[in-house]
Nanobody, 127 residues
Framework: QVQLVESGGGSVQAGVSLRLSCAVSGRTLSAYTMGWFRQAPGKEREFVATIGWSTGETYYADSGKGRFTISRDNAKSTVYLDINSLKSEDTAVYYC????????????????????WGQGTQVTVSS
C-alpha cells in the first residue's frame, strides 16, 4: 500500500511560480513511478508529468514542457511539481499518483495505469 498526500496549492496571480508537494509513504518507493495529473472543472483528468523514482527519468506532457518540472527527494520521500509562469488555464485540482514498475512512456499518460492516488490540491490562478 502507498499513501500520497499533496500540498502546496492555493489561489495565486498569473505569472507567479508555485511548488506542489506529494509526500509518499508505504512500500519501497524505488519500485514505483510517480506522476502528476490535473483536472479542471468539467474536463477529464490529464497527464502533466512523471518521474521514475529510482532512475530520476522524467517525461512531460507537451503542454507542460518548459513550465513544469517534476523532481523527487529520496530523503524526504517527496515528489515535487514546480510550475512557472502560471496561467489562468492552469487552474485545476492537481493529483499525485503512483504506479508500480519503471517509467514506461506508453503508460505514463493513462490514468488507469496508476495504482494509487492522492486526494488532490486545488490551484486557482487569477489574471
Amino acid at each position: 500500500q502507498v499513501q500520497l498526500v499533496e500540498s502546496g496549492g492555493g489561489s495565486v496571480q498569473a505569472g507567479v511560480s508555485l511548488r506542489l508537494s506529494c509526500a509518499v509513504s508505504g512500500r519501497t518507493l524505488s519500485a514505483y513511478t510517480m506522476g502528476w495529473f490535473r483536472q479542471a472543472p468539467g474536463k477529464e483528468r490529464e497527464f502533466v508529468a512523471t518521474i521514475g523514482w529510482s532512475t530520476g527519468e522524467t517525461y512531460y506532457a507537451d503542454s507542460g514542457k518548459g513550465r513544469f518540472t517534476i523532481s523527487r527527494d529520496n530523503a524526504k520521500s517527496t515528489v515535487y511539481l514546480d510550475i512557472n509562469s502560471l496561467k489562468s488555464e492552469d487552474t485545476a485540482v492537481y493529483y499525485c499518483a503512483a504506479r508500480s514498475g519503471t517509467l514506461v512512456r506508453l503508460y505514463a499518460r493513462d490514468v488507469n495505469s496508476y495504482d494509487y492516488w492522492g486526494q488532490g490540491t486545488q490551484v486557482t490562478v487569477s489574471s
